[in-house]
């Protein structure tokens, strides 16, 4: 079971379903220029899932998958992202009232093994394992809504090893945060304790091993991880 603590209070979630929204920002999608993938902007959200065996937290040590005693992937990357906290159970929310069903934010990190995930892309096949396994998606504190004054303008970025490699703000995200509560409640249904990854801005790196990652968000905070 993976729960999240909600920050200036003694209370606690559990993580339901976790969906992440892919290519959300425009100059990361140009980044993503890799030959032979198709690479545009989006006109309906890029939406994929983890399990919640993925979730983990602060201090983690985020590792790539052995298997037979070989490293599944050799470009371990980082995704910084805002993360929203589904507080009540909901269907078919209209953009308007899609405030009323968060219950706050959340700093997370989509690791993603990039060379697994450029090859299921050329193959048209699922890239679950690129993105969903254990350690691959840290997340920090829950702050409530009503602490953020406005969570469609806060500066996001990333370090590794205290040099910033990711540096944006998330009114720079194409799709918005109520249109996103409101396209994934009316395909999925939304539930407490889902959370939503709602992509990552330019900057993702190769990482190596002994990196010190640290995400950050305005009015939310940090989570700081190492890699194995
Ligand atoms: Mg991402």
Request: glycine letters at 8%; aromatic letters at 6%; charged letters at 25%.
């Amino acid at each position: 079971m993976s729960e999240l603590k909600i920050k200036n209070s003694g209370d606690t979630i559990e993580v339901k379903s976790v969906y992440c929204v892919g290519k959300n920002y425009i100059d990361h999608i140009n980044e993503m220029n890799v030959p032979g993938i198709a690479n545009e902007v989006p006109d309906i959200p890029v939406i994929f899932l983890k399990p919640s065996s993925a979730i983990c937290g602060e201090g983690t040590i985020v590792y790539v998958p052995v298997i037979n005693g070989k490293k599944i992937s050799a470009n371990l990357q980082n995704e910084v992202e805002l993360v929203i906290v589904i507080g009540k159970d909901a269907e078919n929310i209209q953009e308007k009232n899609a405030n009323d069903y968060i219950l706050g934010y959340a700093v997370g990190i989509d690791f993603t093994l990039r060379d697994l995930q450029n090859e299921m892309k050329k193959k048209g096949k699922p890239w679950a394992v690129a993105k969903g396994f254990k350690t691959s998606s840290p997340v920090s504190e829950v702050v409530r809504k009503e602490e953020i004054e406005n969570a469609e303008s806060l500066d996001i970025s990333l370090k590794i090893n205290s040099e910033t490699k990711q540096s944006a703000n998330t009114s720079q995200m194409i799709f918005k945060i109520s249109f996103i509560v409101h396209y994934l409640s009316c395909i999925f249904g939304l539930k407490r304790g889902d959370i939503i990854f709602t992509g990552t801005p330019a900057g993702i790196t190769k990482l190596n091993a002994g990196d010190k990652v640290s995400g950050e968000i305005q009015n939310i905070g940090k989570i700081n991880v190492s890699i194995g």
